[in-house]
């Protein structure tokens, strides 16, 4: 392992129209593409959500810097061309596939471990999702070896061997604050956390909608948590007692996510606390290991929803503004599993007032979870479950949760598209 003593190092090391994997989340490696700058080589960067700046890079790399995004966070949204910057559609649990059988090799991975323990280990820390998968295939790894990231059990080892150069640093890793909650959020909350029963696995992300959802959720009995990612939310319910572990099937016991994002507080917790686990997003969002544990609620948001059950969730219009994701493997597994629920929870309009719940989806729009698979969608106005239900059924069910001011239009525009059905 050979210290970064510059960013020539990396220049050096990086061959022409070099593709690089980057590390996402809390993890995101800032200080190693910090120092791509000035480079004088083509550079594709591989990347689910990362967080930071690219400004920077953008303004100095110009032509010579492509990007594909397998998620895209706010940092990203505005750059999108579809051309050197593009959006790559992939389910989360298929992205390790993509990574191992893409056309092109990886030829370098950035990422951000903690310090090694006393037998050279370091921790991928809140971050393991397709990195382990990154890693197998990367030809050099480039390691920030931080003292704050913390040392989280389950798959997300790596040992100092395995590393080809390394920067140790000392700073806090990149912390995501909760917003207040509004009244629609909690009155969405306190709907989905109806649908949510003792002794239930729960899949819930980031966000006000989830973390309203957790606030009711504190009273409930052994709850398990198998899930994508988890966040500040869940702490909550760790710490109440509501989450125990002790009936799922897949690691009982034990909190299994690929990634967690949040306050310190957070990491504090997860720090080498046997109870916590990060595996590989292969496996935790594999729908056939999700199903197996028992009555998984499947907890996912929404751009728009159509009356017939159509949702999208990666784009408004043909604007991306994130991805695939793991929706649909989370509303599949939480289908087979027994006594399961996939649940859709949004606010029936935007913060910009407007409606989620439309007659048909934008023009470009993507449809992340087919109606085939819709089944419950929650609002602050109710529960539509659409499972079972025709389409003329479906059209009647979300038009009862959609927002007051938007029923009599939705109405009026349903019988007219009942014409070109």
Aim: proline residues 4%; hydrophobic residues 40%.
């Amino acid at each position: 392992m050979q210290s970064i003593s510059s960013n020539k190092i990396i220049h050096s090391e990086l061959p022409n129209e070099a593709r690089v994997f980057v590390q996402g989340g809390a993890a995101t490696p800032f200080e190693l593409l910090d120092m791509l700058v000035g480079i004088d080589k083509k550079v594709e960067l591989v990347q689910i959500h990362t967080e930071g700046s690219y400004e920077h890079l953008f303004e100095d790399l110009g032509d010579k810097f492509s990007m594909t995004n397998i998620f895209c966070g706010s940092n990203i949204r505005k750059h999108i061309n579809y051309e050197n910057i593009d959006y790559l559609p992939c389910f989360l649990s298929e992205a390790s596939y993509y990574l191992r059988h893409s056309n092109r090799p990886i030829d370098a991975a950035f990422i951000q471990v903690s310090a090694p323990d006393k037998h050279g280990y370091c921790s991928l820390g809140v971050s393991v999702d397709i990195t382990l998968s990154a890693l197998k295939h990367a030809k050099k790894v480039f390691a920030l070896i931080n003292k704050k990231m913390p040392r989280v059990h389950g798959d997300g080892f790596i040992h100092t061997s395995q590393i080809d150069f390394a920067l140790e640093i000392d700073r806090p890793i990149y912390e995501s604050k909760c917003k207040p909650l509004s009244a629609e959020e909690l009155a969405i909350g306190k709907q989905v956390a109806s649908l949510v029963e003792d002794g239930s696995t729960i899949q819930v992300g980031i966000g006000n909608v989830p973390n309203a959802v957790c606030t009711y959720l504190k009273d409930h009995k052994d709850l398990g948590i198998h899930s994508e990612m988890w966040s500040d939310g869940v702490l909550e319910l760790l710490k109440s007692g509501a989450v125990t572990n002790k009936y799922k099937k897949i690691y009982p016991g034990k909190t299994v996510s690929g990634f967690v994002i949040g306050s310190q507080e957070l990491y504090d917790f997860i720090d080498d606390n046997p109870t916590v686990i990060q595996l590989a997003s292969s496996f935790v969002n594999d729908p056939s290991v999700i199903r197996k544990n028992p009555k998984v609620v499947a907890i996912n948001s929404a751009v728009e929803v159509d009356l017939t059950g159509q949702i999208c969730a990666d784009s408004v219009g043909s604007r991306i503004i994130s991805g695939v994701g793991g929706q649909m493997d989370f509303m599949r597994g939480a289908f087979l599993s027994e006594g399961g629920r996939p649940i859709i929870a949004i606010t029936s309009r935007s913060a910009k007032g407007m409606p989620k719940l439309v007659p048909m989806l934008r023009t470009g729009a993507g449809v992340v979870t087919t109606r085939s698979h819709a089944h419950y969608i929650v609002t602050e106005y109710g529960i539509a479950d659409l499972f079972g239900k025709t389409l003329g059924q479906r059209a009647k069910e979300l038009i009862k949760v959609a927002h007051p001011d938007d029923r009599e239009g939705l109405e009026r525009q349903w019988f007219e598209i009942k014409k070109m059905l």
